[in-house]
């Protein structure tokens, strides 16, 4: 998917990319590959502010794909802060981005049915 800020011509779009975006080397390394597969980059930074604002410790991410998303919510999470990141598969995530970005530890990345691990992995914060 093209993302509705990356192709935009509109003026405020414009200008949310060039002036209010903060993608770190590590988002944007994802970013350069993806590009057209992605959500978007103005929803991701919104997600680090909710997550801030409401103080959140354990959150849960659902369908990673590259684990862009999944970056950014570890990004504004606290250290001693949890991410479960699951999928149905590991083919494209790049958790050599987690390691490089120093965040690794505060994301576990688990393959299998989203269900069974929400039911097994109690009290969770905020869900993506």
């Known amino acids: 998917m093209v993302t509705k800020?990356?192709?935009?011509s509109d003026p405020i779009d414009q200008y949310i990319k060039e002036h209010s975006l903060r993608l770190t080397s590590e988002?944007?390394?994802?970013i350069e590959k993806y590009i057209e597969?992605?959500?978007?980059?103005?929803?991701g930074?919104?997600?680090?502010?909710?997550?801030?604002?409401?103080?959140?410790?354990?959150?849960m991410e659902v369908g990673?794909?590259?684990?862009y998303t999944a970056l950014t919510i570890a990004l504004a999470l606290p250290s001693d802060s949890q991410l479960i990141?699951?999928?149905?598969?590991?083919?494209?995530?790049?958790?050599?981005?987690?390691?490089?970005?120093?965040?690794?530890d505060r994301i576990t990345l688990k393959i299998g049915s989203a269900i069974e691990l929400v039911r097994s992995n109690g009290l969770i914060e905020c869900v993506e």
Do not use: H, P
């Open 37 to 43: 597969m992605l959500d978007s980059f103005d929803e």
């Open 64 to 67: 990673i794909f590259t684990g």
């Open 85 to 104: 990141a699951c999928d149905i598969t590991n083919q494209y995530v790049r958790q050599d981005i987690w390691k490089k970005a120093g965040i690794s």
């Open 5 to 8: 800020l990356s192709r935009s």
């Open 45 to 59: 930074q919104f997600f680090q502010v909710i997550i801030q604002l409401m103080g959140c410790k354990r959150c």
């Open 27 to 30: 988002q944007n390394e994802i």
